[in-house]
Structure formats: structure tokens, C-alpha cells
């Protein structure tokens, strides 16, 4: 018996017709009721491809005295197959290897193309076991002979073909994640690096860098953080964050961090820095969209400052015996916002004490909402959280104003973007 449902294994395409659900004539005896019509709660959709009315009324007949319930359609050519493919996606793909507008193989390959997760059995003549196991070959789950079919053989090669389908996937979505999380853990050691430091030097520096991904990334975004010390004993520091997530962003922000440190190595310093970084920024970008904000700060031995550029970024704290400051010196636009800069970026200079800290971050920590409409934590309240806890030692410090942060903007969303933070505390006089 035929009849029409509204149920289907998939929803499809608003303005397509649903296929009609052929229903069993009877339970095969001895089998529960719950092992009968429903797979995963709905019949799943069997889409025949076959131009012989004949054989088509024979798998109807099949399926039928299955005993188990499908939603079955029917093409009449691979052209209107290909048609249904797109208007929805179905489990299984019964294909006879000889219609009117293809034969052999071709219709598999373009039943594959439009729709690669559905499994596909082939329908063979007595005579074409060889082209059957072709079939397999070149991607079907199974083939049959129409001359031997019965009832519960057909039903058990469709059940089977679905779940190895189902399998298949499976795997290849798994394989798909672990190269996400290998592709993640490069990208994580090129932004996120071990602070290049000198031993056994009297102005010696301690650092203490967190790096948290924004809710619902599963890459990495582009924010990155680096330090390095200069055989002169100085110490240089840079926070840097690329707009946008995902690889590509990812993979400039290794790019900039890579580059920063290697032309700070080489002696660049002040405006030629960053008009270097920028120029890697220009020729690494996906497009003239990408923009990334950064702040550099380089404090030299035996002094007590620190000389900054911004470009684009949120202001810093310094941490002294006083408390806590919140610092936002002059800069210029955020690198590849306006290409070739002329007036570059200014360069100031910031009383850092012996026992104090600086605290660069990404404007993730600060964008949070934490209140209806717009409100944000903005630079004024994560002063606020700082000062409250200035007593705190480095990484408590900032782990309190993470959490603090985060804690905040929970019940708004939570912390939409990446968070890096790097703490920088020089030694205390001895």
C-alpha cells in the first residue's frame, strides 16, 4: 500500500514534493513491533532511478514484503534525478546502470557529484556482475541483480548500504576534526611562542601571558603576543590582534609575530618597524578588508621607561607602588587601514618603575556586553577590576581580571572575541 506522510529523513527544499511512504503488508512474524518501519524515528528516503515500469512495480512489490517502511520516489532519467538530488538529499539511491540519457558509470559519478552522502546501490541485469563490482569500485555501496531479488535480501542490502554510508562519514568528518585540531595546535605555537629571554641579566624581566579563544571558535582568531630580549639587555614586547577568525587570519597573525620578531632581532626600531610589519601585512592579507591593531613597547636596560607605539589598539596598564594607571599614548590607524601612512606612527615614552608592570591586552577583554543595549566593560571598567586588585601577585592579577571579565559578560553572551593578555614586571632594585 501507498500512501502520502509528512514525515520525511530529511527536510526538503520549501516548493518540492514529498515522496509517498510505502508501507508494509505485514510484519514478518516472530519481529517485535519495534524493529520494523521507523528508522531513527522516520522512513528514510529511497530515491529509485529506474526508466523500466517494470522493474520499477518490481522494487515497489520488494519493498512492500520487506516489512520495513520507506518513503520512496522515482526518477525516470538521470536528468530528473539529478533534479531531486537537489531538491533533497536521500538515504539511499537505488541506480539502474542503463537509463535513456546515460549508461554505465557516467550516471554514477554525476549521481556522486550531486550528492556524495547519500549510498548509492546499483541495479545490474544477470549478466553485469562485473559491471556491478565496477560500481563499487567507483564509489557504490552495493550492487544487485534484478534477477535475484527477494524481499528481505533487497531491504537488508539498503539497511546496510545506509549504515556503511553512515559510517563513512563518520570517519571523514573525524578525520576532518583531527586536522582542524593539528591545524589549531601549529597555528597555536606560531602565535602564541615562548618568550625569547636572556639569561643571567641584572634587568631581567618576568612575564606571564594568557591567551583564551572567543565562545563558539573553533580556530583560533588572529590575536598573538611575543617578547623578546636584545643582546643589549633590552626588553621588547608586542600585542597584536588581525580582524576577523579563522585560518587565514590565524595563519597572518603567526605571520605578523614571526615577522615583528625577526626585525626587532634585526634592529628595527620606532616607525620603520611598524611600517615594515605593515608592508608583510599588504602582501600576506586575503584582502583589502584585513586590517590588524598592535601596541610595541621597548623598555632598554637600566632604565626606568618604556618607549610605546599604537597602532589602532587599546590603551595598556602600569602597575607601581602607587596602583594602577591605565595608559593610551598617541598612535596612529591600525595597519592596512591606510596603506603607505605618512605621518607614521609616533613614538612615547612611559615612566615603567624598577618593581613595576606593564599589562598589554586585545580589546577582546574589553568588549564584552555586560549590560542590555550596548553596554560594554570598555578600558574605565577593567581599570576599575585592576585597581580593585592591584595588591595581587602577576598571574593571579590577571587570571582575577580574565575571570572577572568574563563573569561580567556572561549573561550577554559572554566574551565574543579572542583574549590575549601579556603582564611584563621588571625586577626590583636589590
Given at each position: 500500500m501507498v500512501s502520502t506522510s509528512e514525515l520525511g529523513a530529511r527536510h526538503p527544499v520549501a516548493g518540492t514534493t514529498q515522496q509517498p511512504v510505502v508501507r508494509?503488508?505485514?510484519?514478518?512474524?516472530?519481529?517485535?513491533d519495534g524493529l520494523l518501519?521507523?528508522?531513527?524515528?522516520?522512513?528514510?528516503?529511497?530515491?529509485?532511478?529506474?526508466?523500466?515500469?517494470?522493474?520499477?512495480?518490481?522494487?515497489?512489490?520488494?519493498?512492500?514484503d520487506s516489512g520495513i517502511e520507506v518513503r520512496l520516489g522515482r526518477a525516470g532519467s538521470l536528468a530528473e534525478a539529478l533534479r531531486l538530488l537537489e531538491a533533497e538529499a536521500p538515504e539511499c539511491v537505488l541506480l539502474d546502470l542503463h537509463l535513456p540519457d546515460t549508461q554505465g558509470l557516467d550516471g554514477l559519478r554525476k549521481v556522486l557529484a550531486v550528492c556524495a552522502e547519500a549510498a548509492v546501490v546499483v541495479l545490474t541485469g544477470l549478466s553485469e556482475e562485473r559491471a556491478g563490482l565496477a560500481a563499487v569500485a567507483a564509489g557504490a555501496q552495493d550492487y544487485l541483480v534484478k534477477g535475484r531479488l527477494e524481499a528481505d535480501v533487497f531491504m537488508r542490502a539498503i539497511r546496510y548500504a545506509i549504515q556503511r554510508k553512515r559510517t563513512e562519514l563518520a570517519t571523514v568528518a573525524l578525520q576532518a576534526s583531527r586536522l582542524r585540531a593539528e591545524e589549531n595546535a601549529r597555528l597555536e605555537r606560531g602565535l602564541l611562542p615562548t618568550p625569547l629571554l636572556l639569561d643571567g641579566v641584572a634587568d631581567a624581566v618576568t612575564v606571564c601571558a594568557r591567551y583564551h579563544p572567543g565562545r563558539a571558535q573553533t580556530l583560533l582568531g588572529g590575536d598573538f603576543y611575543d617578547v623578546?630580549?636584545?643582546?643589549?639587555?633590552?626588553?621588547?614586547a608586542v600585542v597584536g590582534d588581525v580582524s576577523g577568525h579563522g585560518p587565514s587570519e590565524a595563519a597572518l597573525g603567526v605571520c605578523l609575530r614571526v615577522a615583528w620578531r625577526?626585525?626587532?632581532?634585526?634592529?628595527?626600531?620606532?616607525?620603520?618597524l611598524l611600517r615594515l610589519l605593515e608592508r608583510?601585512?599588504?602582501?600576506?592579507?586575503?584582502?583589502?578588508?584585513?586590517f590588524?591593531?598592535?601596541?610595541?613597547?621597548?623598555?632598554?636596560?637600566g632604565t626606568e621607561a618604556v618607549s610605546v607605539q599604537r597602532a589602532g589598539h587599546p590603551g595598556f596598564l602600569v602597575r607601581s607602588g602607587a596602583g594602577v594607571e591605565l595608559r593610551t599614548v598617541p598612535g596612529g590607524p591600525a595597519l592596512g587601514i591606510l596603506p603607505g601612512w605618512g605621518a607614521g606612527?609616533?613614538?612615547?615614552?612611559?615612566?615603567?618603575?624598577?618593581?613595576?608592570?606593564?599589562?598589554?591586552?586585545?580589546?577582546?577583554?574589553?568588549?564584552?556586553?555586560?549590560?542590555?543595549?550596548?553596554?560594554?566593560?570598555?578600558?574605565?571598567?577593567?581599570?576599575?577590576?585592576?585597581?580593585?586588585?592591584?595588591?595581587?601577585p602577576a598571574e593571579p592579577f590577571v587570571d582575577t581580571l580574565i575571570r572577572t571579565a568574563q563573569g561580567l559578560a556572561a549573561d550577554w553572551g559572554g566574551l565574543a572575541d579572542d583574549v590575549a593578555v601579556l603582564h611584563l614586571e621588571w625586577n626590583s632594585p636589590t
Open positions: 508494509p503488508r505485514q510484519a514478518p512474524s516472530g519481529q517485535p518501519a521507523l528508522w531513527d524515528g522516520v522512513p528514510p528516503y529511497v530515491l529509485l532511478i529506474e526508466d523500466d515500469e517494470g522493474d520499477a512495480l518490481l522494487v515497489e512489490e520488494l519493498v512492500e623578546v630580549q636584545t643582546p643589549d639587555g633590552a626588553t621588547h625577526s626585525f626587532v632581532m634585526a634592529g628595527a626600531r620606532g616607525a620603520e608583510i601585512l599588504l602582501a600576506e592579507r586575503s584582502g583589502p578588508e584585513i590588524a591593531t598592535l601596541v610595541s613597547l621597548t623598555r632598554p636596560a606612527w609616533p613614538v612615547a615614552e612611559v615612566d615603567v618603575e624598577a618593581g613595576g608592570a606593564v599589562m598589554l591586552f586585545t580589546d577582546g577583554l574589553i568588549e564584552g556586553r555586560i549590560g542590555p543595549g550596548s553596554d560594554r566593560l570598555d578600558e574605565a571598567g577593567l581599570l576599575d577590576i585592576a585597581r580593585r586588585h592591584a595588591d595581587l
